[in-house]
């Protein structure tokens, strides 16, 4: 039987990863609920456990020219107190859950771990971020949107992981995250909507919506968002219904134990409408 | 490997490889530090809140893998110090605890937030504690506490 791994460096996590089959585990946040069973009991993980917690070549944040880099196992709070960060994920980790869980969480987990109402992963969709991914063999980088192949489904190879997340620097003034839940703390979204915008003597000239919690996948449609390419604020105020109608076939949210169908289609398409009323 | 080792409160310990076992029914099965309390055993209440590396984290979700190396503090080691006294003093004085069940976690999530930060203001409070679940005090007196303990500890933190 392969044993559970505890690597301390990211070659010894590679090579583990090359010669068996492993559940990688960072900060166990989502793992450990989703395989949670009797109390006193361990959780029922089904493969052996990869714990790359401790590998601490991946815990830093990097700051170059083109784009901020953070490491696969950098924990959230460490992100979210970072000068280095853009605002708006700054803004958007305040949104999950509460200090105890951000001390442990990675933002590598909330992608890795691909669910439609990932807070972290929606904003990083709207800043276009791109992964680091690595295996023994080679390295290869891909957008973030790129990795997810469908709710709860990533497509990293059996011996790859993430290395890092590469946020390209923008300008992007008017940036803003907006999250609907149950209750501040703990809440999974209903709604989520990240907008990274930046307007340039009243024209538009970076805008990226990308919506959690509205569809299989988050939703970010870059075919839509150039439309708003070069447009005046003036103009976009006032096509604000016919912009709300563009993005609205984009919109297919379920009923589920969080909210219905109806009321996220109706609070995505109103969070639309007041990200166009900040707009200055 | 064969063993987990890490600081329980002050002491170096150590454990068989079991590192998918979680922290919580570690302490408490092991260790009998009972005021660790199990809530919800999914990330939600705070009842099992404990102190990594002065941090506060939620020991339900805390594969024990993850503690390898690290520094853990439960309430139980908390208590010999004189900032427990302080904070323990202001919970009394302010109503703070009525059942007692999220005590435990409340004081752990208070030393974490004045440990990075003495002397927060009433928003800084509620965002330190939201993790924390409490079904008795309505949180108002909670808040007091923890603003009086920031007061009456200054320069303990
Ligand atoms: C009470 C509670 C509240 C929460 N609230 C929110 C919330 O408001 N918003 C939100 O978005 N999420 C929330 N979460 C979910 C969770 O905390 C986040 O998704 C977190 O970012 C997961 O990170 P992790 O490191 O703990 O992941 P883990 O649980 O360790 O891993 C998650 C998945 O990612 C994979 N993985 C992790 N790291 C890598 C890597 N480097 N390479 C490849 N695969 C990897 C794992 O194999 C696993 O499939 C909440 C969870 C709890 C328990
Ligand atoms: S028991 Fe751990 S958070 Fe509820
Ligand atoms: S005092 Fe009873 S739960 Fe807080």
Redesign the interface.
């Known amino acids: 039987m392969v044993n559970?791994g505890?690597p301390q460096t990211l070659e010894e996590a590679l090579i583990l990863l090359k010669n068996d089959e492993y559940q990688i585990?960072a900060?166990?946040?989502d793992l450990?609920?989703q395989h949670?069973h009797w109390?006193?009991t361990?959780?029922k993980?089904p493969k052996p456990?990869l714990?790359i917690?401790?590998v601490k070549e991946l815990n830093y944040l990097l700051d170059t020219p083109e784009y901020l880099e953070i490491g696969a196992t950098t924990p959230m709070?460490m992100i979210m107190s970072s000068p280095l960060v853009p605002k708006i994920l700054q803004h958007t980790i305040?949104e999950i859950?509460?200090?105890?869980?951000r001390?442990?969480a990675t933002l590598a987990g909330n992608i890795a771990n691909a669910s439609p109402a990932a807070d972290g992963l929606c904003t990083l969709i709207a800043l276009s971020a791109d992964l680091v991914i690595a295996s023994l063999d080679r390295k290869r980088m891909i957008k973030v949107e790129e990795v997810i192949s469908g709710p709860k489904r990533n497509k990293l190879a059996k011996d790859e992981m993430i290395i890092a997340i590469r946020i390209p620097h923008q300008d992007q003034s008017m940036s803003e995250f907006y999250k609907v839940g149950g209750r501040?703390?703990?809440a999974i979204s209903k709604v989520s909507l990240a907008a990274v915008i930046h307007v340039h003597q009243s024209i538009i000239t970076n805008w990226h919506l990308a919506f959690g919690a509205v569809g299989p996948r988050v939703v970010h449609d870059i075919h839509t968002d150039q439309r708003m390419i070069g447009m005046k604020i003036d103009d976009v105020k006032r096509q604000t219904d016919a912009i709300i109608a563009m993005y609205e076939p984009l919109i297919t949210p379920i009923d589920d134990q969080r909210s219905t169908a109806v009321y996220r289609k109706q609070v995505a398409l109103n969070l639309i409408r007041r990200v166009i009323i900040n707009l200055h | 490997?064969n063993e987990i080792i890490f600081t329980l409160n002050g002491k170096t310990v150590s454990c068989p490889?079991?590192?998918?076992?979680?922290l919580l029914?570690v302490l408490?099965?092991d260790f009998n530090l009972i005021g660790v309390k199990?809530g919800c055993?999914?990330?939600?209440c705070?009842a099992c809140?404990i102190l990594?590396d002065h941090?506060?984290?939620?020991s339900?979700?805390?594969?024990l893998?993850?503690v390898?190396?690290k520094d853990i503090m439960t309430i139980e080691g908390f208590k010999t110090t004189k900032r427990f006294k302080v904070i323990e003093q202001a919970f009394i004085e302010m109503g703070a605890v009525q059942c007692g069940f999220c005590t435990p976690g409340m004081v752990m999530?208070t030393e974490?937030?004045l440990h990075h930060n003495p002397h927060p203001t009433d928003q800084e409070i509620k965002?330190?504690l939201?993790?924390?679940l409490c079904r008795c005090t309505g949180y108002n007196m909670i808040i007091d506490a923890v603003k009086k303990a920031s007061i009456v500890g200054d320069g303990l933190w």
Do not use: K, W
């Open positions: 559970h505890m585990i900060g166990g946040t450990m609920v949670r109390a006193q361990l959780p993980i456990v714990f917690h401790h709070d305040e859950a509460a200090p105890g869980i001390h442990m501040r703390a703990d | 490997m490889f079991e590192p998918t076992r979680r029914d408490r099965q199990e055993g999914e990330g939600e705070g809140s990594l941090n506060v984290v939620n339900c979700i805390l594969p893998g993850n390898h190396g999530s974490s937030l965002i330190a939201s993790g924390n």
